[in-house]
């Protein structure tokens, strides 16, 4: 497996796991259980099969992800957890994605390199594009901002199942070649 050279940052919750499907054991408790959404699992391994970093930039509790992805069989893909209880920010912060790049030893210069994938507008195309990387808007679920206000909430792409990202990282592998 060859290392690829576009980098993924991703958000979790309606962007790999559906939140609908969460079980807590108090209504802001950890999350003990959780399915993906449709096609996500696949798709996130499939980007993990194909050679390319994984980084998980997410705002919750570190226990939550660590059940939820231990449990999908996905906790081996991401080089890096950056998740807000442990940084001490929350997206759209520059520090989650400073946090990510330092845990990866990602430079200023490789900026170019990363796409963020989240579901909020408000947090994760937003602190993507203050952070000056690409945003991908995956507008799944309608539980958190979905429609931009701003010109600063307009993701630079957006789809709509996870499986239309493996096209999308396929193209912006090939722009970076």
Known sequence: MTEKKLIIFTDIGDTVIDEGTEIRKTPEGMVYHAQCIPGAKETMLSLYESGHIIAMVADGLV???????????????????????????????????????????????????????????????????????????????????????????????????PQELLPLVEKLEQELS
């Open 63 to 161: 226990d939550s992800f660590h059940n939820t992805m231990e449990e999908n069989g996905l906790s081996h893909i991401f080089s890096a957890w950056c998740i807000s209880e442990e940084v001490g920010q929350e997206k759209p912060a520059a520090g989650m994605f400073e946090a990510a790049m330092r845990r990866l030893g990602l430079t200023e210069a490789d900026k170019r390199r990363i796409i963020m994938v989240g579901n909020n507008v408000e947090r994760d195309v937003v602190g993507a594009k203050r952070f000056g990387i690409r945003s991908v808007q995956l507008a799944w679920s309608d539980r958190h901002p979905m429609i931009p206000r701003c010109k600063e909430e307009v993701p630079d792409y957006q789809i709509h199942k």
